[in-house]
C-alpha cells in the first residue's frame, strides 16, 4: 500500500541553523501539507500547498517558514533559522483530491539546541 | 479557533469494555475525522465522516456526527490492549484549501 515517507526521522540541530524537513507523498496525490506536534500538545497545521503554491498558512508559518515541492515526487519545509521553540515533530501528508482522508507520514522529530 | 474540546482527557478501561470518546467543535465544517497517534509515533487515519452523514462503522469502530450540537463522538467496542493510543478527532471546515483542525485528544489506556 502507498503510503507518505519523510527523513530524516530525527533531527538535531542548533538554534540560527537552517534546516530542511523531506517528504516524499503518495504519488497521485495532489494536496500536500505540514503539520507539526511539540512534545505533549496537540497537532497543528502549518501550511497547504496545491497546484505548486500555497492555498493557506497558519500563524505559525512565519517568514522563517518555506515549503518547495522540488520535482515531481518531494515536497520540503525549510526552516530559515531555527528557535528553540521550533522544536517539534514535523509531520507531513498527502490527500488525493482535498478535503479527503489525508495520509501521514511517520513524522521528523526535531530538536534545536 | 475551529476546534473545541475532547473529553476525556483521558481513559483506562479493561479489555473487552468498550470505550466512548467524544469531541465538539466550532464552526461549520466539511467533514470530521478520527486519527489514532500511538506513543511519540505517526498519525492514522481511522474514519471520516461528512457533514450530511449521521453514523458511520469501520470495524469495531462507530463514529456518530451531530451538527446540530457541533459534536463527534467515537465508540470503539470489544476494546483490546492493542488499542492503547491517543485519539484525536480533526475537523475539515468549509474552505477548499482541507487543512485539518485538531482537538487536544483522548489517551485511552486498554488494560489486559
Known amino acids: 500500500e502507498p503510503e507518505v515517507t519523510q527523513t530524516p526521522s530525527h533531527q538535531v540541530t542548533q538554534m540560527g541553523q537552517e534546516v530542511i524537513l523531506r517528504c516524499v507523498p503518495i504519488?497521485?496525490?495532489?494536496?500536500f501539507y505540514w503539520y507539526r506536534q511539540i512534545l505533549g500538545q496537540k497537532v497543528e497545521f502549518l501550511v497547504s500547498?496545491?497546484?505548486?503554491?500555497?492555498?493557506?498558512k497558519s500563524e505559525i508559518f512565519d517568514d522563517q517558514f518555506s515549503v518547495e515541492r522540488p520535482d515531481g515526487s518531494n515536497f520540503t519545509l525549510k526552516i530559515r533559522s531555527t528557535k528553540l521553540e521550533d522544536s517539534a515533530m514535523y509531520f507531513c501528508a498527502s490527500d488525493p483530491r482535498g478535503q479527503e482522508t489525508q495520509y501521514f507520514g511517520p513524522g521528523t522529530r526535531l530538536l534545536v539546541l | 479557533s475551529q476546534q473545541g474540546e475532547e473529553d476525556p482527557q483521558a481513559l483506562s478501561i479493561q479489555e473487552g469494555e468498550n470505550a466512548t470518546m467524544n469531541c465538539s467543535y466550532k464552526?461549520?465544517?466539511?467533514?470530521l475525522q478520527w486519527y489514532r497517534q500511538n506513543s511519540g509515533r505517526g498519525l492514522v487515519h481511522l474514519i471520516l465522516i461528512r457533514s450530511n452523514e449521521r453514523e458511520k462503522h469501520s470495524g469495531r469502530l462507530r463514529v456518530t456526527l451531530d451538527t446540530s450540537k457541533k459534536s463527534s463522538s467515537l465508540l470503539i467496542t470489544a476494546s483490546r490492549a492493542a488499542d492503547t493510543a491517543s485519539y484525536f478527532c480533526?475537523?475539515?471546515?468549509?474552505?477548499?484549501?482541507?487543512?485539518?483542525?485538531f482537538g487536544q485528544g483522548t489517551t485511552l489506556q486498554v488494560k489486559p
Open positions: 464552526t461549520s465544517i466539511n467533514n
Open positions: 480533526a475537523t475539515v471546515g468549509s474552505s477548499n484549501t482541507g487543512k485539518l483542525i
Open positions: 504519488s497521485n496525490h495532489l494536496y
Open positions: 500547498f496545491y497546484n505548486n503554491e500555497i492555498s493557506e
